[in-house]
Structures are given as structure tokens and as C-alpha cells.
């Protein structure tokens, strides 16, 4: 009996023991499969932090596992988790640091998915610094950047979508910011440089929601030139007063701004017809004598679309807007695509070379070169024109030559009691219930318009009825915004 008893003894601790070494754990991580590995575990750690908001717990935890296994795959995930990290704590310079973590994810993972996400991040960074369209434009323009970056080199990302309508967003800040410069110009009567900034504008933002303001604002431009140029004095037979413009100059001066402002309203009828500046545009163009074209149907298709999809901001979120550092985006089209290409840039000085040239009758930018032969006389070049103002006057307050021959009749001279010319545009009668045909190729598409909307133009290039436009401008009577008229 007392031998049983140790035996006893001895087996219920070899019992003990084997239950004991049961439930441990494997010391080798990789020895069963349900064991985590330590790489996975400190990736969890570390989103756990992240979503505790304990940011520098996260970063000093994903740091360690990058340089504890540089063969982990979690390796590419650790590393946008430490942009995410410093993304979602917010501030500039915490923002500044998730940038440049992106753009190393980038560099280093090109290929990966995660890729465009990171490049997206980049542009949302810009975009949630941007200010008003009237403070210091750098964010907006960086984000615009970004953006188009991230849609050009990741097309089919699924977040490309996304993109593009934060794209068209920050489009719209940029063109407010052009149109308020333009618009400032044109009220010191500044032409050139007013019509510089809102020929870029209608250019390059064609989705801008006062796009029919900038387009009836150029036209003004042209209009106040006409009006200045027609005050100017005029050279009498014996070339004075000094200063003074010929009157063919003059003559042609005022034909091709009367063009310009003709071109300008008559792209508000035929691509923005369901527009607050439509109604102002017609009557300019009535005004002008000048044919009112007629929109098609598949133009009033793409402009009611483009109305139906802009947003309207609350009273609260007006006032909410005055103290606020960033801009309203509401009235930003969400339908469309945004232009991913900037076109050539307008200044001053080329629209005011471009007027000069067209004026003296001389193409620009085209220099005419005349070969003598030894056996034909060269022409007699000698002789001034008859029609150069004596001390250089010109509409411009340059030096203007024209390349009329001597005692050859100028064809643009203005001449009273001349016949009609059969082919002059006319405006439409007001007695008669038929409008004159359009212009050629009105509905031609301009550059940087949107593919979507060049499709959606396309498929109904029938005229318009009058019940259609009635019936969608009903809508649009509120918030008329009105420039100063000419």
C-alpha cells in the first residue's frame, strides 16, 4: 500500500505536467498553422493606434516593422500607412510629411494599386488647403495639377471618377479667379488686358458656371474698343491733327471688333442657350446688325445637363462661407469631363498685336518678301501710301503702314452712298417672323471642350424650337448676375 501511494503521486505529476506542456503556446511562430506571425501582428498594432487616433504610436510601430522584416509583406501597406497616419492627424506640417510619404509610396511601389490611391491623397491634400477664388491661389492650382496627374497616369484606377469631379471643383475656383481679374480689367477699361484673361478663361474652363458672363463680358470688351476707336480723330486731307487715325484704318479697325464681339455672343447662344446671358447676347447681336444664330437641340441637351447637375448653396452655408477659409464649390458641374490640358495662354500684347495687324490689312506674323529678278525692274516702293497718318497715328499709338499701292483704291475704304454689298450680314427684321440663317459652323466644337459633351452635342444637330428654350429658361430667371453694360 505505501509503495502504491508514490506511484500515485508520481503519475498525477507526469498528469499535470502533460496538460501543462498542452496548452502552452509553440515557441515557433511558424509551426502551426494558426499561430500569427510577428510582422502581422505589429501591422494590426498599428492600425489599432491609428484608429485610437495615437498617431505616433502608429508611426513608431509600422517604422518598426518596416525595419524589422524588409522582406514582409506587409511592407508596402506599412508604408502607406505611415502617409495615412500623418494625413489623418491633420495640420500643415502634418500634411507636408503625408505628401512627401505618398510620393515615396509612389516611387518606390509604381505599379501597385495603392499607387493612384496615394497619388489621389497628394491632390486631396492640396484641395483641402485651397482658399477662396480672391486669396492666394497656389493650393488650387497644385491640387488642379495633382489631380489631372493622378487621372493621366492611372486611367483605369477606380478611383478616376473621384478625380475627376474633385478636378472639375478646383476648376471652378481658378475660373472665378480669372473672372474676377477680367471683369476688373474691363471696368478700368483696360481691354486688351480684360480680353487676354477671359479668352483664356472660356478656353480653358468651358464647364465654368459663369462661363455665358465671360463670354457676354468679352464682347463688352470689344464694344467699349469700338466706342473709343470711333471717338478717336480722324486724319483730314492734309494729314492733322497729329495722332490722328486714316479712316480706312479706322474703317477695318472697327469691322474686325465688331467680329470679335459678334464671335463671342454668338458662342453663348449655341453652346450656353439655357443661360442668364442667351437673351443679353441677342439683342447685342441685334444691335450689332448681325445674325442671331439658332442652338441646336443636342446643345440645349448638353446645357440643360450641365444646369440640372450644379448644386445650390443653403443660407447657413453662406454665412457659414463668410468666416470659412475654403471656397464654395457647389455651382461646380458634375457632369462631363474636365480638360486634363492647359491651352496657349492669351496676353495683352499678343491681342493688341493681333487687333494692329488686322487693322493695317497686314496678316500677322507673316512677313512678305519680294525677289527681283536682274531683268525685271523692281517695284516702286518709294512712295509713302496715301492713307499713313503723318506722325505715326494709329487706333494703337503706334506707327501703321499700310500695303496699299500708291493711288491704288482701298477695297475696305469706307465710301458714302456705295451700293449694298449683297453678302453684308444684316440683323433680323423686326417685322418679320423668320430669323436670318446662322453662321457657318456655329456649332463646331471649340477647344478643350469635354469628350462627353462633344457626344452629347453631336447626336441632335437640329435647330432648336422656341418651345424648347422657353420652357428651360422658366427655370432660370433667379439669381441673374449683371455686369455693368456698355
Known amino acids: 500500500m505505501s ?46 493606434a491609428m484608429k485610437h487616433n495615437r498617431f505616433d504610436v502608429a508611426r513608431l510601430t509600422l517604422q518598426t516593422l518596416i525595419n524589422t522584416y524588409p522582406d514582409s509583406e506587409y511592407i508596402a501597406r506599412a508604408k502607406l500607412a505611415v502617409g495615412d497616419s500623418w494625413y489623418a492627424e491633420g495640420g500643415t506640417a502634418a500634411l507636408a510629411q503625408a505628401e512627401q510619404e505618398y510620393s515615396d509610396f509612389e516611387i518606390f511601389f509604381p505599379n501597385m494599386p495603392e499607387a493612384a490611391e496615394a497619388q489621389l491623397k497628394i491632390a486631396n491634400i492640396h484641395y483641402q488647403q485651397m482658399e477662396k477664388s480672391d486669396r492666394d491661389y497656389t493650393h488650387a492650382k497644385r491640387a488642379e495639377d495633382e489631380y489631372r496627374k493622378m487621372i493621366l497616369q492611372y486611367p483605369d484606377s477606380k478611383l478616376v471618377p473621384e478625380a475627376k469631379q474633385r478636378l472639375l471643383e478646383v476648376q471652378e475656383v481658378l475660373a472665378e479667379r480669372e473672372f474676377g481679374i477680367g471683369r476688373f480689367y474691363y471696368l478700368r477699361e ?42 478717336a480723330p480722324t486724319c483730314d486731307a492734309h494729314g492733322l491733327p497729329r495722332g490722328c487715325t486714316p479712316e480706312a484704318i479706322k474703317g477695318r479697325y472697327i469691322g474686325q471688333l465688331t467680329k470679335n464681339a459678334t464671335d463671342e455672343y454668338s458662342k ?141 483704291a482701298d477695297p475696305n475704304e469706307l465710301k458714302p452712298g456705295a451700293n449694298a454689298d449683297p453678302n453684308e450680314l444684316k440683323p433680323t427684321d423686326a417685322g418679320g417672323d423668320q430669323a436670318l440663317p446662322p453662321p457657318p459652323q456655329v456649332n463646331e466644337i471649340q477647344q478643350g471642350q469635354s469628350s462627353s459633351s462633344a457626344a452629347t452635342a453631336s447626336a441632335d444637330n437640329t435647330p432648336a424650337s422656341d418651345a424648347e428654350l422657353s420652357s428651360s429658361k422658366k427655370k432660370r430667371k433667379t439669381g441673374l448676375k449683371k455686369v455693368i453694360p456698355f
Open 3 to 48: 509503495r502504491r501511494i508514490p506511484l500515485m503521486v508520481v503519475l498525477g505529476l507526469l498528469l499535470v505536467i502533460t496538460i501543462a506542456c498542452t496548452n502552452k503556446k509553440s515557441v515557433n511562430p511558424l509551426a502551426t498553422v494558426g499561430s500569427k506571425q510577428p510582422d502581422k501582428v505589429l501591422f494590426d498594432k498599428a492600425m489599432d
Open 190 to 231: 483696360s481691354y486688351p488686358a480684360s480680353i487676354a484673361r477671359l479668352q483664356s478663361l472660356v478656353e480653358k474652363y468651358p464647364l465654368y458656371s459663369r462661363a455665358d458672363e465671360a463670354l457676354y463680358l468679352l464682347g463688352q470688351d470689344y464694344e467699349g474698343q469700338i466706342a473709343r476707336i470711333r471717338t
Open 268 to 408: 453663348i447662344i449655341t453652346r450656353y442657350p439655357l443661360m442668364d446671358r442667351s437673351d443679353d447676347a441677342r439683342k447685342r447681336l441685334a444691335a450689332l446688325h448681325q445674325p442671331i444664330p439658332r442652338p441646336t437641340k443636342g446643345a440645349v441637351a448638353r446645357n440643360r445637363a450641365e444646369l440640372a447637375s450644379r448644386g445650390e448653396s443653403s443660407a447657413i452655408q453662406k454665412m457659414m462661407g463668410m468666416v470659412k477659409k475654403g471656397p464654395d464649390v457647389s455651382q461646380a458641374a458634375k457632369v462631363g469631363e474636365p480638360p486634363l490640358a492647359d491651352p496657349e495662354p492669351v496676353a495683352a500684347t499678343s491681342v493688341v498685336r493681333s487687333e494692329t495687324f488686322a487693322a493695317s490689312g497686314v496678316p500677322d506674323n507673316k512677313v512678305g518678301v519680294e525677289i527681283v529678278k536682274p531683268d525685271q525692274p523692281a517695284a516702286d516702293t518709294a512712295a509713302p501710301p496715301d492713307n499713313t497718318a503723318p506722325g505715326g497715328g494709329s487706333p494703337f499709338g503706334r506707327t501703321t503702314t499700310a500695303i496699299t499701292s500708291p493711288g491704288a
